[in-house]
């Protein structure tokens, strides 16, 4: 029988073994095996110091870099400014209900899936031909030319982001919907008396209440936008400029097999990441203060 | 834990969807205005589905030649391509995959989770506090940082290609996330039942087994589901860690692997898709209150 004293401490260290285990084996120690690699040659034998990470901000890889960049600006600021649009409007009808529904069901589905329905929105036909694309065809009602959403360069690009605000709107919608939901009714109704416009309101009263959930909704669509892979690999596998450094290290681990390349490409992922961690971590912290 | 409501706990009210019916009535113009965006808004939102259901009823011909909105127009539906999804393209396979891999994922997870989330939160220990902002950190760590090293390992291990391996993955990366949930539940049940608990001389194990997992239960449903979907829905691991196996490929590897090759036509692909959507299409619809608490508990996440 183990004495008291040393009984009490080793405890929670039993409990805590095997999920500790498991992460130390999927997170932390591949975490500290990939810097290592990051700084070798492409089958990990040899040093090669900082080459790898020369490489990977050069040449062909600054437009994949690029396109990370405008993942990165692109998709957490459209989901904002319609998570925005939804939450508050969506308070404002009687059926809310459905219409959170509606704006949930995409969030169930995964990016593989959500790229495959998609495809039906985007497909193109040369002009002439009858467009079974949904955009095309809604373009040619009104006389325009089809697009081809998926090849033409920066429209790509956007298309492709557009598919995950599609499917994370719900997230977003659901975070600020209920800090709306928080902010006090009273208020707002003494300031409708006072005959403030609905914009003004929601300008000086509910906007500056939620800046918390805002920042949450930017984060983890930032953390979306920094992994993101699947769709670009299910609609273009990085074709007509639309390569992401995640799709890319997929294509150096298996097409190349170049692990140099592939690590050092994850641990910029890494360190891209970081900046919100260490947001996460003060919120945590100043959260966790009585 | 102070009084304060933690983050990964839903607030008195989280999302009550009460209705909140503007009182007065001096802007019908204006709201009707609004109702109107609303309304455009949901169909434009839910039309993508509408597609995929309609193109995976559609007859062959008619997909090749007119887009899908015909079949309103037209009505002329078929269960063609749901056959061959299930014959030609083996979806019954793939989807037997996918639950083999999604469902004992999920269980770990849970467990493992609530065991943790306990001792971090009830235990004192030395390393209580940095242990909990490494977890926070790790909330936030892309997969890809562990892909390079595990592959390696997987090999060394004979693990490639196996279920049991991605479950090992999965488990071990959703971790933090479900800790990370569970604790700011488990940090909410008052500190009296577990004094009474004590005084009764009741274990630890006991204590656990008798109040926290029972009061957990509903934080436990929604971390379950969160964990089935990300599980279900991963593409990345699996087809990195699924390669070579002589099993069924998970149904987004399938699915990928589909779109790139385009023999088979749309329709199969639309069918192929319809199914693996709708488990977990079901799953949210029916359990959306516990869907909606894992969202807003562990919204640092995502």
């Known amino acids: 029988m183990l004495p008291l004293g040393l009984g009490r401490t080793a405890r929670p260290w039993v409990w805590l073994l095997l999920p500790i285990l498991l992460v130390v084996l999927i997170l932390i120690y591949p975490v500290i095996a990939t810097f290592a690699t990051s700084l070798k040659d492409a089958r990990a034998e040899a040093w090669v110091g900082s080459e790898n990470y020369r490489w990977a901000f050069s040449g062909a890889m600054l437009d994949v870099v690029g396109n990370n960049v405008l993942w990165l600006i692109a998709f957490p600021l459209i989901t904002l400014v319609l998570a925005l649009f939804t939450a508050t409007l969506f308070d404002k009808v009687r059926y809310e209900p459905l219409a959170i529904m509606v704006v949930i069901l995409p969030t169930a589905i995964s990016f593989t899936e959500g790229s495959v329905i998609w495809t039906q929105m985007y497909s193109f036909q040369p002009a002439g031909s009858p467009q079974i694309g949904t955009l095309n065809a809604v373009l040619g009602l009104f006389g325009v030319g089809p697009v081809p959403w998926l090849i033409q360069p920066v429209v790509n690009n956007l298309a492709l982001i557009f598919i995950a605000v599609w499917l994370q709107l719900g997230i977003a919608t659901l975070i600020l919907s209920s800090a709306i939901k928080n902010v006090g009714a009273e208020m707002i109704e003494a300031a409708r008396l006072d005959g403030a416009g609905e914009w003004r309101i929601f300008r000086s009263m509910i906007l500056p209440n939620i800046l918390p959930s805002v920042l949450v909704v930017l984060t983890t669509m930032i953390i979306v936008a920094l992994k993101v892979f699947d769709i670009v690999y299910v609609m273009t596998n990085g074709n007509f400029g639309t390569d992401v450094i995640a799709n890319r290290l997929y294509y150096e681990l298996f097409a190349v097999s170049n692990l140099g390349h592939a690590s050092a490409i994850a641990v910029i992922l890494l360190f891209s990441a970081l900046p919100i961690a260490l947001v996460n971590i003060f919120q945590f912290r100043a959260e966790a203060r009585p | 834990m102070s009084e304060t409501i933690p983050q990964g706990v839903p607030a008195p009210r989280p999302v009550a969807f009460a209705r909140t019916v503007p009182s007065s009535g001096g802007r019908t113009g204006a709201l009707r205005w609004l109702v109107h965006a609303v309304v455009a808004f949901i169909v434009l939102w839910f039309l993508p589905i509408l597609a995929l259901l309609l193109s995976s009823l559609r007859p062959q011909a008619d997909t090749a030649t007119s887009g899908w909105w015909m079949a309103l127009v037209r009505p002329s539906y078929t269960a063609e391509n749901y056959l061959l999804a299930l014959d030609q393209l083996r979806i019954a396979g793939s989807l037997g995959t996918s639950l083999a891999i999604a469902i004992p ?27 909990s902002l490494l977890l926070v950190a790790l909330l936030v760590t892309p997969p890809q940082i562990t892909l390079v090293p595990l592959l390696r390992l997987y090999n060394l291990m004979g693990l490639s290609g196996t279920i049991p391996g991605i479950w090992l993955y999965q488990v071990g990366f959703t971790l933090p996330f479900g800790v990370f949930l569970l604790r700011g539940f488990i940090a909410l049940i008052p500190q009296e039942l577990f004094e009474r ?27 379950g589901i969160m964990a089935f979907l990300w599980s279900w829905n991963d593409l990345l691991i699996p087809l990195l860690f699924m390669g070579g196996s002589s099993m069924s490929l998970p149904i987004t590897v399938n699915l990928a692997g589909m779109v790139a090759q385009t023999t088979q036509g749309q329709g199969p692909l639309m069918a192929a898709t319809f199914l693996s959507v709708a488990i977990p299409l079901v799953l949210v619809i029916s359990l959306q209150r516990y869907f909606v608490r894992g969202i807003l508990g562990g919204a640092v996440k995502g």
Not at chain 2, 114 to 120: E, F, H, K, R, S
Request: positive net charge; without cysteine.
């Open chain 2, 105 to 131: 994922t999920t269980v770990l997870v849970v467990l493992l989770s609530v065991i943790g989330a306990y001792a971090l939160v009830r235990m004192n220990f030395a390393g209580r506090t940095a242990l």
């Open chain 2, 197 to 223: 608990a004590h005084l009764d001389g009741a274990s630890e194990l006991r204590t656990f087994r008798s109040i926290v997992l029972p009061l957990s239960r509903p934080i436990m449903a929604s971390l």
